[in-house]
């Protein structure tokens, strides 16, 4: 069986992350979203908040499911009994990074491989940064998230406001 993870921190996933689950989902026998609890990073939604949104975003597709891990992305993927790993690449500036977290990953674990998908074009320029920087000022991101998604960032911003008030 052919099973493949596709880690990230998701926070918050978006049509970017989304058309790449559906596409390598399209690949592979079962694909595990990966969401990594990384404690070096402040996130806007803890790690349950962002599994439970992609449960929601992707309960329509039979063969995803999605899975919170810490610490080594090849320890991650040796539990899962995953050979691959997909990663997103939207321009040239993701590439470097990608290509050493790769080429590293393979020197740990020359069993694991990482399969890279080229953005869609519509996507190319999407981040979950981006997203919240846009709800942070009020904007509309219905276009970059989808609607269970938008609710939430907008709970949270509102939330924010109150304490800030
Ligand atoms: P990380 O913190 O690991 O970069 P992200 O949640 O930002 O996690 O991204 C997870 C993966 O999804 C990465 O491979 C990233 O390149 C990819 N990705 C993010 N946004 C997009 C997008 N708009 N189109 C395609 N791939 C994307």
């Known amino acids: 069986m052919a099973r493949a993870i596709y880690p990230g921190s998701f926070d918050p996933v978006t049509y970017g992350h989304l ?4 596409r390598s989902s399209a690949l592979v026998d079962e694909l595990i979203v990966g969401v990594l609890n990384n404690n070096a990073k402040t996130p ?3 790690v349950e908040e962002r599994v439970k949104m992609l449960e929601e975003a992707t309960g329509n597709i039979s063969n995803v499911k999605v899975i919170p891990f810490e610490g080594l992305l090849i ?3 040796e539990k899962m009994d995953a050979g691959m790993v997909v990663r997103g ?3 040239i500036t993701d590439f470097e ?5 790769a080429q590293t990953n393979h020197k740990l674990s020359p069993k694991v491989e990482t399969v890279f998908l080229t953005t869609s074009l519509e996507h190319a320029y999407l981040s979950s940064t981006v997203v919240k920087e846009v709800a942070c000022f009020g904007g509309d991101i219905s276009q970059f998230v989808p609607e ?7 709970e949270k911003m509102s939330k924010k406001e109150s304490v800030h008030q």
Do not use: H, P, T, W
């Open 89 to 91: 690449l939207r321009a």
């Open 75 to 77: 320890d991650f993927a």
């Open 44 to 46: 806007l939604f803890s």
């Open 19 to 22: 058309d790449i689950i559906v």
């Open 148 to 154: 269970n998604v938008e609710r939430k960032i907008q």
């Open 97 to 101: 990074n990608e290509l050493k977290m």
